[in-house]
């Protein structure tokens, strides 16, 4: 392999193990909502919550650089440029992402001073952790960057798909700009954050994700790039076109001009529209040619992926993204189940497709008949859904009795946490996050022992003979 390839089995090593994290603080958070009282004066339930979040973002951050880091050689037939320094910043990533991980669990609380903001937490969403913790995720990216162009110009050759890529990688890199400024007013601060949270995360992020199915496409079912790049234009045309349109949904309710009501509510549904089309017409195409793919698990993940982003981040995005609705979803949990079916079906089903893709080169698996797979796929998408469907149903309670009927007063808001229906969703959430949970042993499981079943398997059957 490339050193560049080894790295990215490192990336996806530290990926899988901070979805384990990401896990297991999920579970704390959603105990909280049984219990409030759990872990009093302990470990605040902000800490557990922000751990959920962050860890999100960055296992999946890790797992996109391992993607890339893999397919880049295959693509140019040479080694990344500059992979030395990309090898050296990947232990600093881990290693701040731990220091970050331990002061948020031991520390927890700051004064509102520059000290606090860069050695404890910035206090803003998505972007908790410390300034010099951003700093480094900066250098990171920049680094990334550098290594995908500099390798294109080196190699004096640039692919549709990579093409696509390095565009992306540049907002990629600058709007995390935006995590720095401090701004005093909330409006001005709110309009910018958005544009960091939406941009970043679901703008950039969904056409990275858009060329790593291309590259995975071509590879599993050995579909034409004129019909993977095809696609991958339309989803970058859709995203200039109508993804910062499509922000104005956040634009709601911080006093921005009344237009962004219809504007925002009305193309903040289209960007998901290409990678489904992309994923279908390639299984089309592939059927139409006696469709064979020796990696299943991939082929399920990859399905997932591409249905998952329509209907989390489209159909459950546009639900409730609407201002008519959005006046009183906004911020409850309707809003947090959107968040989990679109975080899981835009990124981190590719994310794991591309995982098995790469054990089968790695570990020389020509088949995957084991059942741990299928164990892991069915009880991560089952937990995944239950979850969702228990978040929807308090998210509704809490539309209707703490918003519409309530007012959003304080009142309202205690009536509403009380209510049987959320309380049972509650329940629901946890219950479903163990078969998550589960699952995701399972998937781990799986990961480790591909290709090493048949290895120990080989010398037993040739014994006799």
Not at 182 to 189: F, G, Q, V
Request: aromatic fraction near 16%; proline fraction near 3%.
């Amino acid at each position: 392999m490339y050193r560049s390839q080894k790295l990215a089995l490192r990336y996806f090593i530290a990926a899988i193990t901070l979805f384990g994290v990401m896990i297991a603080a999920g579970l704390l958070s959603a105990l909280y909502y049984i219990d409030p009282a759990l872990l009093y004066n302990v470990f605040d339930f902000q800490m557990a919550k922000i751990l959920h979040i962050d860890t999100l973002i960055i296992w999946l951050l890790m797992g996109f650089i391992g993607a890339v880091y893999w397919f880049l050689p295959k693509e140019l037939g040479r080694e990344v440029v500059g992979i030395w320094v990309a090898e050296l910043l990947f232990y600093v990533f881990c290693s701040a992402v731990a220091v970050v991980a331990v002061v948020f669990v031991v520390v927890q609380y700051g004064g509102s001073n520059e000290f606090s903001m860069w050695f404890i937490n910035q206090g803003r969403k998505y972007v908790e952790a410390p300034r010099w913790a951003a700093v480094g995720v900066v250098a990171v990216v920049l680094t990334f960057v550098f290594n995908v162009t500099a390798t294109a110009w080196q190699a004096r050759r640039i692919t549709g798909v990579l093409g696509v890529l390095i565009l992306d990688l540049v907002p990629l890199a600058v709007l995390y700009l935006d995590a720095f400024p401090k701004i005093t007013n909330m409006s001005h601060d709110l309009y910018w954050w958005w544009w960091l949270v939406h941009m970043w995360v679901e703008a950039t992020w969904e056409v990275l994700i858009g060329c790593l199915m291309a590259w995975s496409l071509m590879e599993l079912m050995g579909t034409s790039r004129r019909i993977v790049e095809t696609w991958l234009y339309i989803e970058v045309m859709l995203v200039l076109g109508t993804g910062i349109l499509g922000l104005g949904h956040h634009y709601f309710w911080i006093g921005t001009p009344q237009y962004w009501l219809s504007i925002g509510g009305f193309f903040s549904a289209l960007e998901p529209l290409p990678l489904l089309g992309m994923v279908v017409h390639a299984v089309y195409d592939a059927g139409t040619h006696h469709m064979k793919t020796t990696n299943r698990p991939a082929f399920y993940w990859v399905l997932a992926e591409a249905f998952g982003n329509f209907i989390g981040a489209g159909v459950f995005g546009f639900m409730m993204t609407l201002p008519q609705i959005n006046l009183y979803s906004h911020g409850t949990q309707w809003t947090v189940s959107h968040g989990h079916f679109a975080f899981w079906g835009a990124y981190a089903c590719g994310v794991i497709a591309i995982m098995y893709l790469v054990l089968q080169r790695t570990r020389s698996a020509e088949h995957f008949d084991s059942r741990a797979w299928k164990w892991g796929f069915g009880l991560l998408n089952l937990g995944l859904v239950g979850m969702v469907g228990g978040l929807l149903i308090a998210g509704i309670t809490q539309a209707i009795y703490e918003r519409a009927e309530g007012g959003s007063t304080l009142q309202a808001f205690v009536a509403a946490s009380e209510h049987p229906w959320f309380r049972s969703a509650m329940y629901a959430r946890f219950i479903f996050g163990i078969v998550f949970a589960l699952g995701y042993f399972a998937l781990v499981y799986d990961l480790l022992a591909i290709g090493r079943r048949a290895a120990v398997a080989a010398p037993t059957q040739a014994a006799p003979a």
